[in-house]
C-alpha cells in the first residue's frame, strides 16, 4: 500500500537528508553481522561498553518503586538541578533548574532549540562538515542553513572570518559542535571568542552541541556559554550517550536563559510530554556518582585513538588527522580512490572492515573516511591493519 494520492505537510522535504546515505556501507556491515559472517565495524557512533552498573540498577530500583507514570514535562526538579549543577561546576556559570529542560538525548534538544529559535526566512550559519542530522533538524521550521567549510587544510579547525562574512540580515544563529564529529577538534578559547564577538555584535543566537565534551584527549573543553555575555544568547545541548555509554535512554538536555526552556516546556508537552521517570533518575544518579566509570571510558578511547593513530599512520598515502576528543579518528583517502563512498565500499568489500564516508558530514570532508574506535583494542587494531594491508594493496 503505497498511498500514492494522498499528500503529506511540506516539512517532509525537510526531514528527509542526505546525511542518511553516507550509512549505507555501515548497513551493509550490521547485515553481513546478522548473516553470522565476519566483519569488523569501525562505522558505528554508539559506545561498545555497557552502561555502568549502578546507573541501571538506579533505573531498576525505580522501575520496580513503581517509576511508571507520566512525569513533570521539562523534567523533574532534582534532575534538572543536578544538570545545572554539573554544568556551573565546569563553567563557573550560575545556573538553576529553570535553565535547564531534559530531552530526548541531544537529538531532541536540538530539535527543540531549532524550533523555538529559527523560522521561514532565517539563515542558520552551520560549520561543515557536520553530524548527519543538523540539516535536517535545523532547517525542519523552514530556516535555511548556511554552510561554512572548516577546510581539512587548515586541520578542519572553524575560519571565524567566513563566519563573519557569511552573516546578513537572515542569519539567527550559529550553531557549533565542540568537540566535533567528525573531526575531533576541540574549538580553542580563542576561536569560540572570536564567534562569540560575532553572535554579541550581530544579536545572534549561538546553538552548541557539547555531546562529545566528556570525551576529551588534548586541550581543553570550553562552554562558548560561559563566555563573557554569551549565556544569555547561547543554548547547550549535550547527554550521557558518549560520555556515559547511554545512547538508547535517550536522555539529554538543553541549557539556556529561563525563556528559550519555557518555550521549549510548551514544545516539549507536544512532542513526547517528557522524558521517563525512571530515565531520569537513572541520568541523575550518573551525573552525581558515576564520574569514575565515564573517567574509565575516556581513558580507554584515547588508548584506543592512539592505538589506531599508530597503525594507520603506516601506510604511506594515508594521512590520519589525531582526533583531539570523540571517539573517531579521520584519514584523508583523497589520493587513493574516486571518492571517499567508493574507498569506503571497496575497503568493505575487500576486508569486510566497515568505516563511514566522511563526505556524508559535508563537502570539506570530502575525500575522508571516519574510523570508530568503538570496539575492542584487539578488534580495532586488526581493523587497521586490514586497512593499511588495503590501502598497500592498491
Ligand atoms: C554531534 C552529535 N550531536 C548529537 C548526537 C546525538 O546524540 P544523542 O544520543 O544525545 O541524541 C550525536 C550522535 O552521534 C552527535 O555525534
Known sequence: ????????????????????????VHA???????RGEEAIVLSVGDPDFDTPAPIVEHAVVALRAGDTH??????????????????????????SSRNVIISA???????????????AGDEVISLDPMYLTYEATLCVGGATMVRIGQPASTGFRPDVAAIGAAI?????????????????????????????????????????????GGLVFDGEHVSIASL???????????????????????????????????HMDALQLNVNYGVPGFIQEAAREALL?????????????????DLAVDILSAAPGLSVLVPEAGMYVLADVSSLADSSRAFANDLFDATNVSVLDAGAFGEAAQGWVRIGFMTSDEELAEGCRRIVNFVNGL
Do not use: F
Not at 551493509?28 to 546478522?34: G, H, I, N
Open 1 to 24: 500500500m503505497t498511498g500514492s494520492d494522498v499528500r503529506y505537510s511540506p516539512l517532509i522535504d525537510r526531514i528527509h537528508s542526505d546525511g542518511a546515505d553516507g550509512w549505507e
Open 168 to 212: 546578513t540580515k537572515r542569519t539567527r544563529a550559529i550553531a557549533i559542535t565542540t568537540p566535533n564529529n567528525p573531526t575531533g577538534v576541540v574549538m580553542t578559547r580563542g576561536e569560540l571568542d572570536g564567534i562569540a564577538a560575532l553572535a554579541m555584535a550581530h544579536n545572534l543566537w549561538v546553538i552548541a552541541d557539547e555531546v562529545y
Open 105 to 119: 538525548g541531544t537529538q531532541g534538544a536540538l530539535l527543540g532549540a531549532s524550533l523555538c529559535l529559527l523560522g
Open 289 to 305: 556518582t558515576c564520574d569514575a566509570e565515564s573517567e574509565a571510558m575516556r581513558t580507554t578511547y584515547r588508548r584506543r585513538r
Open 70 to 95: 507520566y512525569s513533570n514535562i521539562p523534567g523533574r526538579e532534582h534532575v534538572r538541578a543536578a544538570v545545572a549543577e554539573t554544568m556551573a561546576a565546569q563553567t563557573g556559570l550560575d545556573l
Open 228 to 262: 563573557p555575555g554569551m549565556a544569555e544568547r547561547t543554548v547547550t545541548v549535550s547527554s550521557l550517550s558518549k560520555s556515559h555509554a547511554m545512547t538508547g535512554w535517550r536522555i539529554g538536555w538543553a541549557v539556556g536563559p529561563e525563556t528559550l526552556i519555557d
Open 28 to 34: 551493509k556491515a550490521m547485515a553481513a553481522v546478522a
